[in-house]
């Protein structure tokens, strides 16, 4: 498990430096949000680190929302898809105000 925890961090750390290059910000975003479908772990460590070196706190802050709500999201699909009814909407529900106290969260955080 550690060795691909760490190959999926150079991977991610290796991509979001060529991405920022190629594309600037939404190159982050683009890698956030595609890494959040499976995990999180990886993009946070790196945009952390990134938050050190270059990027903006703002830039590593959504980028981590970003990737939280993307995959917090693909958990509620999987929820939806396998069970259906009554308690997916719970789920899918909770998740969604979730997303939403996240974004108040970080506007506010922005605004201090």
């Not at 830039?59 to 981590?64: D, K, M, N, Q, R």
């Amino acid at each position: 498990m550690a060795i691909k925890f760490g190959a999926l961090l150079a991977i991610i750390m290796f991509l979001s430096h060529l991405l920022q290059n190629w594309f600037g910000q939404a190159g982050i975003y683009i890698l956030a949000g595609i890494s959040g479908i499976t995990d999180v772990d990886a993009i946070t460590l790196t945009l952390s680190q990134l938050a050190d070196k270059g990027i903006s706190v703002q830039l590593a802050a959504s980028g981590i929302l970003l990737a939280a709500a993307v995959n917090t999201m693909s958990k509620a699909i999987i929820v939806l898809l396998i069970s259906g009814g009554e308690m997916a909407k719970w789920v899918v529900g909770v998740f969604l105000l979730l997303i939403c106290i996240g974004l108040f969260g970080t506007c506010i955080g922005w605004q201090l």
